[in-house]
């Protein structure tokens, strides 16, 4: 029986990593995968976040009963109030609800698998570029026709909008379609408020349905108000719509997978029906979700003095990241690197989509032991002051070459 299976193709973020730690080269350096790094190239766990599980864990009131199927109700009132807002009138009417889900891919899931199931659509649309797992979550979904719409100028290296609202505008009635919240992966590449606008309006002439994917909420910019303007400006002009929240960024917690689905609606009066339908998805599924992560960042955000410590936690790692790109900005502007390099610094999150193409890339990893996606997209938490000059020049070299 199991003989006849076919061994599937690597997942290269992982793989890459795995390439990583088997490399001997005390020089070596990984901007490959896509998780938060110290200066010192260390995994981070929030000092907040390790002070609420140690709390947590001491608790002796705490138990390990199954959670409702919809996940810890702290927890997702928390999570859907630092999306819409404290003052978002869409929670105040009950028209918004949170489901807790396993991360934000698990979010997209339950999501994708309701709009399939539940409300029968069968046509998606991602960016070209997007995060590589969008369309293999809705594929498994059961989505029959996935779509691509046109996302990055190359040779401009911006958003190519003409051709998005373009291929928008193409699409059939219903379609839904997967929008980055803020800090688009891999390109660290936004619409601009006047461009979601001219989106909203076409996505709503045309009926289209967003699906909005929050996976750097207050790691972006720092500001977790300020990366959820497309979410609450979506909110407000009325539509109906999804949210995948993640909570492995902002709070470190990626192994926790803690996750949330936004619900919007336009009447309040169909929320017992929808979180119904979502309660028989999830029990098929997995039936409950985890409880440990969910309970961090509720005791986090549901109080005060927490919350303000997990403020300055962001700002520490956005902070980080702006000055690695400026690092590294300098260091190539210095060496006179043929090209342009100011989307490293204009661009924002995590990751920068470098303009390098295969063939350099692999002169990086192969010559120099510096580790990134083929598709040229790199994630700045790999840097630090130890080796963003190492870096900009094999970058140099490989560009030079
Ligand atoms: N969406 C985007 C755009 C992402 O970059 C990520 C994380 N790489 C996710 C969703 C989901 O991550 P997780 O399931 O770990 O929350």
Known sequence: LFEAVQKGPAIEVFALNRAFLEDTEPKKANLGVGAYRTNEGKPWVLPVVRKTEIKITSD??????????????????????????????AIADKRAFGIQTLSGTGALRIGAQFLRVILDRRVAYYSNPTWENHHKVFADAGFETLRSYRYWDQEKRTIDFEGLLADLDAAPEGAVIILHACAHNPTGCDPTQEQWKQIADLMERKKLFPFLDSAYQGFASGDPEKDAWAVRYFVERGFELFVAQSFAKNFGLYCERVGNLTVVQRNAASSEAVASQFTWLVRGMYSNPPAFGSRIVATVLNNPELRKEWMECIKTMSGRIIKMRKALFDRLTELQTPGTWDHIVSQIGMFSYTGLNEKQVRVLIDDFHVYLLKSGRINMCGLNENNVDYVAQAIHTAVTK
């Open 60 to 89: 002796e009131t705490i138990n390990h009963e199954y959670l409702p199927v919809l996940g810890n109700d702290a927890f997702t009132k928390a999570a859907t109030g630092l999306l819409l807002g404290d003052n978002s009138s």
